[in-house]
């Protein structure tokens, strides 16, 4: 199905190894989003992206890292500097417009990162 | 500090029986609450949205309410079917200089059962 997709469904990782996780979208969407989901929590912003080649920090972006070259993808490497990366992730998207406070934010199928 | 509780944290119920979900949030300013379903292992997906001035909103057999004068907002699920096992979700919009901001909850758990 279209929409969003994220890849790999599942990830293995080593410590001190960096990992790349894929996020696309053919909603025509400006705004994408990253969130980390642990057992027991709520989703926690990662990074976001209003505009191609812009981003900026969400509540917990140490040890992660993003780019934007393009509208329909939004990349997310979890760097060895994150300390504890095992984790759900999931990527969204929604039309994002300044004020425009009932865009609702898409939701891919989301990765499960193991670091081993 | 805005945050958003929900309770129970699970859930068991007999598939047909009826449920309701709680919702309680300390999110200013308000913007909107959202309900997701998460299946296992999927991304949510969006069941209701209301403003602050709209108190019910249905969705088939689930039907959201909010009182934002205690800021409070319930999930009921009607005749529950096997397929509403899964992870139902919070989410309130802070409305903020930069944007909008979202807060979750951590979800009630749900599993209907035969």
Redesign the interface.
């Known amino acids: 199905d279209g929409g969003i997709t994220q890849s790999p469904k599942y990830l293995f990782r080593k410590e001190g190894q960096n990992v790349t996780l894929s996020c696309e979208q053919n909603l025509n969407h400006d705004a994408m989003y990253w969130y980390r989901q642990d057992p027991g929590q709520g989703l926690r912003l990662i990074y976001y992206s209003q505009i191609v080649n812009d981003f900026q920090k969400g509540d917990i972006a140490e040890g992660y890292s993003v780019s934007r070259e393009k509208k329909e993808s939004f990349p997310l490497t979890v760097t060895s500097a994150q300390k504890n990366p095992t984790a759900f992730y999931l990527c969204a998207s929604s039309i994002e417009a300044r004020g425009r406070a009932l865009n609702e934010q898409f939701f891919g199928p989301g990765t499960r990162l193991t670091v081993l | 500090k805005n945050q ?1 509780e929900q309770s129970p944290q699970s859930l068991i119920i007999l598939e047909g029986k009826n449920c309701t979900l709680q919702c309680n949030y300390t999110v200013s300013p308000f ?2 609450l ?1 309900w997701y379903k998460q299946d296992t ?6 069941l209701t ?1 209301m ?1 602050f001035s709209e108190n019910t909103k249905s969705n088939g057999r689930y039907t959201a309410t909010l009182d934002a004068d205690t800021k409070q907002s319930s999930l009921h699920i009607t005749a529950s079917q096997l397929s509403d096992s899964a992870s139902y ?1 919070c989410v309130v ?1 802070l ?1 903020t200089g930069g ?9 009630t758990q749900l599993k209907v059962e035969l």
Do not use: A, C, E, M
């Not at chain 2, 292992?41 to 969006?46: A, D, F, K, L, Y």
């Not at chain 2, 944007?99 to 979800?107: M, R």
């Open positions: 958003v913007s909107n959202r292992g999927r991304g949510p997906v969006s949205i403003t979700i919009t409305l944007g909008n901001k979202l807060t979750f909850g951590t979800g």
